[in-house]
């Protein structure tokens, strides 16, 4: 077999995204390709082109109980009587927000929100995933709020009448606020975010209290703000607050 | 749990795979329901049995399951991903199998066929699939011909070049130019090539 080079990569190329090369020669060219790097992304490109051919085969429906076998080995294989949401939190963990466990799980908790809500481009239909994760997960939080240390807890008269309403922040500096135990607020009054830097409060979020507990991203930046709060504004919301606010955290 | 399902539902696929990386079996189940049909699809392209094509489409998804860190969506997406590992374990074990398939395969290859693309002739039900197919019915048949063997049957370029009496240089060059009408009907389009 000849020795790989430039010229006989090119040769070799297209039959080896369509798995066409025997074994020699599809290593051979494998560890040329590792060695020059800069030639993967046309190796990926052509071989996009190849898999395409993996689309065209007339459609065939595979027995249910193949899904029924494959199932049962990874359930078999799965985390034993280990929440979704704790293995979120895992999955955190690997992506270096070593916070420790419970912290993990807390923001295990709101990331599996947020990568909801990547999703969904309704706010409010956001909101309700959101709520039924938290209603799902309230012992979790519960502990978890007890030993973590990476979110914020927001004060205020609310807060003194039991609401428990707290910042997290997330990768990519995604924030979100949870907020249980509310006090209801009229059909025409609405809850607003305000993430406030110097004077100036920028909206940074609605949403309803839930007796089941809400989960609300944050929509700016709070990386250089002093204050986060809430306030009761009129349905809809306010270009700038109207009324004190009733959940705080001085940052 | 039925409200977690639906959850499940609006992720995209990057993000599932993310979760089935932790081990969720939820994720991993909404991801086998949106692309079991393809993979098995593209299973029995290759295995042209029922009971085989089973075996490989479940031998890929648990390759899934246990490998979903190795995914890198920067080389394309998680149907992609999924397909060729599908099509990588179907490879290898069609080369692995000293099989009466390949030799009938072997007869059916010597003799001319009026309609060299007859293996995509059925009616493809959705855009992607469409497209796919219309790319390829832009190829001469000869060209066609060769990537099917390389692609579905696992010949090596030189098994194909013995087994239709060409030779090596104009099997490579046969495969280079089909890979390259098939681009160019994307670019053609101002369309890119789906990954």
Redesign the interface.
Known sequence: MSEMNNERFD??K??Y??????EEERLSFEEYLAAHPERQAEV????????????????????P???S???E???A???GGRS?FA??G??LS?RSLALGAAALLVIGLLSWNV??L???QDLQGQVE?AQ??VK?LQSELEVARAQQSQTIKLKGSWAEQGAIAEVASMKKNQIILVARNMPSVPEDKTCQIWVIKGDVPKSSGLFQPDENGTATPISNSIRKADVIAVTVEPAGGSEQPTSDPVLLAEL | MAERGRQYLVLADEDLISLVEVADAEAFATLYDRHSRAAFSLAYRMMGERQASEDLAQDAFLKVWRGASSYRADRGSVRTWILSIVHNRGIDQIRSQASRRRTQEKIEASAPRSQPSEAFAQILRNSQRDQVREALDTLPPEQLKILELAYFSGYTHVEISDLLGLPLGTVKGRMRLGLKKIRDYFESRDAAVPR
């Open positions: 040769d070799l297209d039959a995204v369509l798995g066409a090369l025997p990926d490109e052509l071989g996009a082109v190849a898999g395409l051919l993996a689309f065209s085969p007339p459609e065939q429906e595979p027995s109980e193949l899904r076998r494959v199932m080995v990874v359930e294989r799965r985390v979704t293995r979120v895992d999955y690997f990568l909801l990547d999703q969904v995933n039924g994760q799902d």
